[in-house]
């Protein structure tokens, strides 16, 4: 099987070639991303293996079908740059749905505590004999209430580690599963009671800007929101103002609803277009990763064997139980 590989960065190749020579899969990579222009460079192939920017759109779709790609495996867990609808009955989409929910949920924790402790502006200060304390004070995370907002995989991941750190855990999800030490309850009620808001549900029509301009009056004075999930989930411009205003205590972003084409590569030398995002990370209390919460050798791992088992089982079976199927 030949497969096109879109968006490679040098970390991954180890772990495909290792399980790709095993299951016979023949990867070809490419460090593009795919879009309609760069979709030419998957003809010939059997299929596509696709990260988080690359698209999966109507017009791509078209392409790669027509070029007699049948399947597209995505190598993460999120699929909302796929359409779906589009998809149906042309291309396959194959996705990894739990790879290593600790990584994200760990990740999560360390920019809770590096922004709340202020370990980032310490570390600056040590590496330069600065060892004043002055305005490196925190807080404690026992006791505080923390808001999750999608209790799957990820979610009471970060509910055990909260527990942990002996807070108290409000969940809101569309569909509620008992966790032993979470309490559930509406969005508003979650918005209100919250000292630290983290977000893990997936971002669709009915996700998008769950926190925004309107609802953000509600939220506790000073809270801490962390966006682990997807950039879209948050009304940046919203965020933006809450914390100028000071009503959002600080933000911990690893995530950016604009993140396509800036986030995983190299940017220092270019003049930032993204005034919203320049703003934010102008902040003293926002912190911005680029979308390296799943980045652990564990993930990178899962994700490898399970995209390459994906694309075996589809060939084999004519079946895959990580197959993404259009409900409508
Ligand atoms: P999951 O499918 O296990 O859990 C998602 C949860 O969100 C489910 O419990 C679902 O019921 C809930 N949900 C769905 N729609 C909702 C709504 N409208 N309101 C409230 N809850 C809703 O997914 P998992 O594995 O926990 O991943 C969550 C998200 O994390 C993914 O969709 C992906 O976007 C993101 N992610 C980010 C990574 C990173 O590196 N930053 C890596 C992996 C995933």
Do not use: W
Request: charged letters at 25%; a negative charge; aromatic letters at 10%.
């Amino acid at each position: 099987m030949k497969i096109a590989f879109f968006d490679v960065k040098d970390y991954e190749i180890p772990y495909f070639e290792h399980y790709g020579k095993e299951g016979q899969v023949d990867f070809c990579y490419y460090k593009t991303t795919l879009r309609e222009e760069t979709a030419r460079l998957a003809e010939g192939f059997d299929g596509v293996c696709v990260f988080v920017n690359d698209r999966l759109d109507r017009a791509v779709l078209s392409r790669l079908y027509e070029g007699g790609v049948s399947v597209a495996a995505l190598r993460c867990a999120g699929y909302n740059t796929v359409d779906l609808a589009a998809a149906k009955g042309r291309v396959r989409i194959l996705h990894v749905p739990g790879y290593s929910p600790h990584a994200v949920a760990e990740h999560t924790m360390g920019m809770l505590l590096t922004s709340i402790r202020r370990i980032h502006k310490a570390y600056n200060r040590t590496r330069d004999f600065n060892f004043s304390l002055s305005g490196l004070v925190g807080f404690d995370l026992k006791g505080k209430t923390v808001g999750i907002v999608g209790m799957g995989r990820i979610g009471s991941a970060f509910a055990a580690i909260c527990k942990g750190f002996g807070m108290r855990v409000l969940a809101y999800d569309q569909q509620p599963k008992t966790m032993e030490g979470v309490t559930y309850c509406t969005l508003e009620e979650l918005f209100a009671e919250s000292d630290v808001l983290s977000f893990h549900c997936p971002l669709n029509d009915r996700t998008h800007h769950m926190l925004n301009a309107d609802n953000l009056s509600l939220l506790k004075k000073g809270v801490m929101i962390l966006n682990t999930s997807r950039g879209g989930l948050i009304d940046s411009a919203a965020l933006l103002e809450g914390i100028k205003e000071r009503r959002i205590g600080g933000a911990c972003l690893d995530v950016y609803e604009e993140e396509e084409g800036l986030f995983f590569e190299d940017n220092s030398g270019h003049i930032l277009e993204d005034d919203v995002l320049a703003r934010l990370i102008s902040m003293p209390n926002v912190l911005v990763t680029s979308h390296q919460a799943f980045l652990t050798k564990e993930a990178l791992d899962a994700i490898a064997k399970t995209t390459v088992s994906n694309i075996i089982s589809i060939y084999e079976k004519d079946s895959c139980e990580n197959e993404l199927v259009f409900e409508g």
